[in-house]
């Protein structure tokens, strides 16, 4: 396997238990177990969430009809990044709140477009939304 080439928490300007939230969502993100979930939620707060098996960035945490669904950050505050979604303002708000001019709906964001974007976002400081959705 080819060693990881990602950003230092420093230089990503988070926390490393938050660098490592995301580096797990990613891999979870790129291996194929959250099952990208259009449907409709039940907003819910943590404390009532069950394992995270989909993925929509349509909401941070929701109660689905078959299972727990979670956004990029979402996921990755669940996974021990606690705080992360309060980052706003720099690099992480582009990669938590893709452009809408960019990527159309959120909802039909892909598991392995997020993916795409986290990666860039990881290796560079930059989600690069354009290309995720172009890949």
Same mark, same amino acid.
């Given at each position: 396997?080819?060693?990881?080439?990602?950003?230092?928490?420093?230089?990503?300007?988070?926390?490393?238990?938050?660098?490592?939230?995301?580096?797990?969502?990613?891999?979870?993100?790129?291996? !194929?177990?959250?099952?990208?979930?259009? +449907?409709?939620?039940?907003?819910?707060?943590? @404390?009532?969430? $069950? /394992?995270?098996?989909?993925?929509?960035?349509?909401?941070?945490?929701?109660?689905?009809?078959? !299972?727990?669904?979670?956004?990029?950050? +979402?996921?990755?505050?669940?996974?021990?990044? @606690?705080?992360? $979604? /309060?980052?706003?303002?720099?690099?992480?708000?582009?990669?938590?709140?893709?452009?809408?001019?960019?990527?159309?709906?959120?909802?039909?964001?892909?598991?392995?477009?997020?993916?795409?974007?986290?990666?860039?976002?990881?290796?560079?400081?930059?989600?690069?939304?354009?290309?995720?959705?172009?890949?």
């Amino acid at each position: 396997m080819l060693a990881q080439n990602f950003k230092t928490a420093e230089d990503l300007d988070i926390t490393e238990p938050q660098k490592d939230a995301l580096i797990k969502t990613l891999v979870l993100l790129e291996t !194929g177990k959250l099952v990208h979930d259009r +449907g409709h939620f039940q907003a819910a707060e943590r @404390e009532e969430m $069950g /394992t995270i098996n989909r993925f929509s960035m349509r909401l941070v945490f929701a109660k689905g009809d078959c !299972g727990t669904v979670g956004c990029i950050c +979402g996921i990755a505050e669940t996974l021990g990044g @606690e705080g992360i $979604g /309060t980052r706003y303002g720099h690099a992480l708000d582009n990669l938590f709140c893709p452009p809408s001019k960019i990527v159309g709906n959120w909802a039909n964001i892909t598991p392995a477009q997020a993916a795409t974007a986290l990666r860039s976002y990881l290796t560079t400081g930059d989600a690069r939304w354009d290309l995720a959705v172009t890949s």
